[in-house]
Structures are given as structure tokens and as C-alpha cells.
């Protein structure tokens, strides 16, 4: 999952906007603190998820917790 890291950030830089990596603790079924952040206190346009196994649903079901826009 960290390999679009640097070019999430070169594209950020040379495109001009903010890109804010957040990492989860293995096994990644408790990312309420992480989703607080993005969706309320940096209240992203956009999130790329870069999970696998049990945590791709966790994202999904946190997100929709909070009233972010799934389409987003």
C-alpha cells in the first residue's frame, strides 16, 4: 500500500493540491480516528483507499458513519 505514496506526492506537488497520507494500524478494523480526521477535521474533497483484506469494507462502513459522500 505505500508504493503511490511518492506519487501521490509528486502529483501534488506539480498539480497544486494536498495530499495527507493516513496511515492504520494492522489489521485495520478500527479506523474511527482516522476517519474523524479526513471527513471532519481536514474535511477532504477526495480519498483514495489503499487497503486489503477485512479493512476494505471497515473504510466503506466509517465513512458512511460519518456522512461522507461515497461517491467522494
Not at 503511490?4 to 494500524?25: C, E, Q, Y
Not at 487497503?51 to 471497515?58: F, H
Request: overall charge positive.
Amino acid at each position: 500500500g505505500q508504493e503511490t505514496k511518492p506519487i501521490l506526492d509528486a502529483m501534488s506537488k506539480k498539480f497544486g493540491f494536498k495530499v495527507r497520507h493516513f496511515p492504520v494500524p494492522w489489521p485495520g478494523i478500527d479506523q474511527k480516528a482516522q476517519w474523524m480526521d479526513i471527513a471532519r477535521r481536514y474535511k477532504a474533497d477526495w480519498v483514495i483507499n489503499r487497503n486489503w483484506g477485512v479493512s476494505c469494507t471497515v473504510p466503506l462502513k466509517e465513512a458512511a458513519r460519518l456522512g461522507f459522500p461515497r461517491e467522494k
